[in-house]
């Protein structure tokens, strides 16, 4: 079970990008509300981000993470990161990589070792970082990685109005109909279900399972996914006690009476389940990480290396983030199960 008077850790993410922006934003617009949360940054980075964009923003360096709640009210808490060179917005910049991947690898030891109970992510520059020695697909591997788990995590899409679970990710679409098994059909259902019970405080998820092909392959005509993969997946679920439904076509999925009908869908690839919520929620939807041993969300954006520092950034989708961490923190700390 978490703590969950613990401050939430936000890590710094690509430093030209907005990371550092929304941070600021975030924290002025809702230190108020949100749940106490510091960033492993650059202070004087975060420093001239506020004076440049006539943020003012009251910044504190702290020592120590406990220090965080106490500071949180007045000043944003910073736990601060060297970075080589200066930061320039939208430059992105080899030398200050590997203060980018120090900073993941600190937050999740503060996570794992009970100082702080969640992780929020700002946006790396993933094909960057790989060029620059980063032997990861992203972030969501590299916390797998980082956690010495051998099940491959969950990424879930999360707004107010829809939750989409991609169970191929960043593949190509013929490698990602290759990638599609039972097996990893059965897997990602079985971890959502159960982050849905001890993180979203829902007793009986109902997981509706989309179709890869048109009318669900129309019998074979339009392809035979579903006859070979999908059904026997959904029966196996149903079958250990699982609510899931489907395959269901993807083109009448995803409007207001069906969304009213299940918690979560589990589509087959990438855009598939991240168009309709960025559709739907564009601004405010999260990127919530299942099956780690720890809470994990981030902005649904990239680096927005196009706008850095130009005060355009929108903040939402991490203060989104924030909160969405907190009340699984709560649900956690609440479940006895756990």
């Known amino acids: 079970m978490i703590q969950s008077d613990l401050p939430t850790i936000l890590t710094m993410g690509e430093p030209s990008g907005i990371g550092g922006e929304i941070a600021l934003k975030a924290w002025l617009a809702g230190h108020n509300e949100l749940s106490p949360f510091c960033i492993i940054d650059s202070p004087a980075r975060l420093k001239k981000i506020s004076t440049s964009l006539k943020l003012n923003a009251s910044i504190t360096e702290i020592s120590d993470i406990e220090q965080a709640a106490g500071v949180f009210n007045k000043s944003l808490p910073v736990l601060p990161i060297d970075l080589p060179e200066d930061a320039i917005p939208g ?14 690898k600190q937050a999740v030891m503060l996570v ?45 899409l999360v707004s107010e109005r829809l939750r989409v679970i991609p169970v191929t990710r960043h593949v190509g679409i013929q490698e990602a109909v290759n990638k599609l098994t039972s097996a990893l059909i059965i897997e990602t259902a079985v971890i959502a279900d159960k982050a849905l019970r001890q993180d979203f405080g829902i007793s009986n998820p109902r997981i509706a399972i989309a179709a890869l092909n048109p009318h669900a392959g129309e019998g074979g005509m339009m392809g035979n996914e ?3 993969h999908i059904e026997p997946a959904i029966q196996i679920l149903e079958n250990q006690g699982l609510s899931v439904t489907g395959p269901k076509p993807p083109d009448t999925l995803f409007h207001r009476q069906a969304r009213a009908t299940y918690d979560v869908v589990l589509c087959m690839y990438h855009d598939q389940a991240l168009i309709p919520i960025k559709t739907l929620d564009f601004e405010t939807a999260v990127n919530v990480t299942l099956g780690l041993p720890f809470i994990r969300t981030s902005p649904d954006h990239g680096t927005a290396l196009n706008i850095a520092g130009k005060g355009y950034a929108n903040e939402q989708s991490l203060i989104s983030a924030l909160k969405i961490a907190s009340k699984m923190v709560y649900n956690r700390s609440t479940n006895t199960s756990t």
């Open 91 to 104: 430059k992105l910049n080899t030398l200050n990589s590997p203060a980018v991947i120090s900073a993941i």
């Open 112 to 156: 794992q070792t009970g100082r702080a109970n969640a992780i929020v992510t700002n946006p790396i520059h993933k094909k960057f970082l790989q060029q620059s020695g980063f032997f990861h697909p992203g972030h969501t591997e590299y916390l797998a990685s980082l956690a010495n788990i051998e099940t491959e995590p969950v990424m879930m």
């Open 226 to 228: 579903e006859k070979i």
